[in-house]
């Protein structure tokens, strides 16, 4: 069964208090792997696609990672205002369908 | 680029209605749109897969003649809840596949309320 687990559930961080979040998938059929952001009430937000093993990809303070198993987001030096629920999925072979992770919700405290 | 809207963003309605939500990708042609709900604290959960020009497929569980897709053309898809009851209450987000990356860009959402 397609699976899409993501830890930890839960993160609160100093300001300035590096860290990674993990995510771990089934690997059969990955096309793409993706990482969004949600903010309450909001619907999520695009932040990276992943293809293979290996690949890497930043955007500010976000680094991620994708191995055969599992991604990473890197969140470096962090900001209060990268407080926020950040979502994992995967997208197999047969369609576009994502499967998503339950989410780490992250809290930056200045 | 790749933006997505939803209309409305907020509707409160009485027991018995329908209600319809637009789902619009503003600036990209989406192969697939879908249709997701979100309870309180829970990651989404997929209703429903819409192609244009076809019927859509839903999950199981989903019951289709509650939950109507429409999709009109490559940048519309609509879902409309008939016969509204309060447990039908929810946050509604779609999504839209980029047609030349397979990116799925996300509404803002439609939050609504049944009384």
């Known amino acids: 069964e397609d699976q899409v687990t993501q830890s930890p559930e839960a993160l609160r961080l100093q300001e300035g208090e590096s860290s990674s979040l993990n995510c771990s998938y089934t690997?059969?059929?990955?096309?793409?792997l993706f990482w969004y952001r949600q903010d309450p009430g909001k619907g999520p937000e695009f932040l990276f696609t992943?293809?293979?093993a290996g690949e890497e990809k930043e955007k500010e303070r976000l680094k991620a990672t994708l191995t055969k198993k599992e991604s990473f987001l890197h969140i470096t030096a962090p900001k209060p205002e990268d407080s926020a629920t950040y979502l994992c999925?995967?997208?197999?072979?047969?369609?576009?369908?994502?499967?998503f992770g339950q989410g780490t919700e992250l809290s930056v405290k200045p | 680029g790749a933006v997505v809207s939803q209309h409305p963003s907020r509707v409160i309605c009485k027991s018995g209605t329908s209600v319809k939500i637009e789902c619009r990708s503003l600036?990209?042609?989406?192969?697939?749109m879908f249709w997701y709900r979100q309870f309180p604290k829970q990651s989404l959960m997929l209703m429903a897969t819409?192609?244009?020009?076809?019927?859509?497929?839903?999950e199981q569980g989903v019951e289709k003649d509650k939950f109507l897709i429409n999709h009109a053309s490559l940048t519309l898809s609509t879902l409309t809840v008939t016969s509204a009851h309060p447990e039908d209450s929810s946050f509604y987000i779609c999504?839209?596949?980029?047609?030349?990356?397979?990116?799925?860009?996300f509404g803002p959402g439609t939050r609504l309320t049944v009384t």
């Open positions: 999504s839209a596949d980029h047609r030349s990356s397979y990116e799925q860009y």
């Open positions: 690997v059969s059929g990955l096309r793409g």
């Open positions: 992943l293809y293979s």
């Open positions: 999925a995967k997208v197999n072979n047969q369609g576009g369908k994502l499967i």
């Open positions: 600036d990209f042609q989406a192969t697939t």
């Open positions: 819409s192609n244009e020009g076809s019927k859509a497929t839903y």
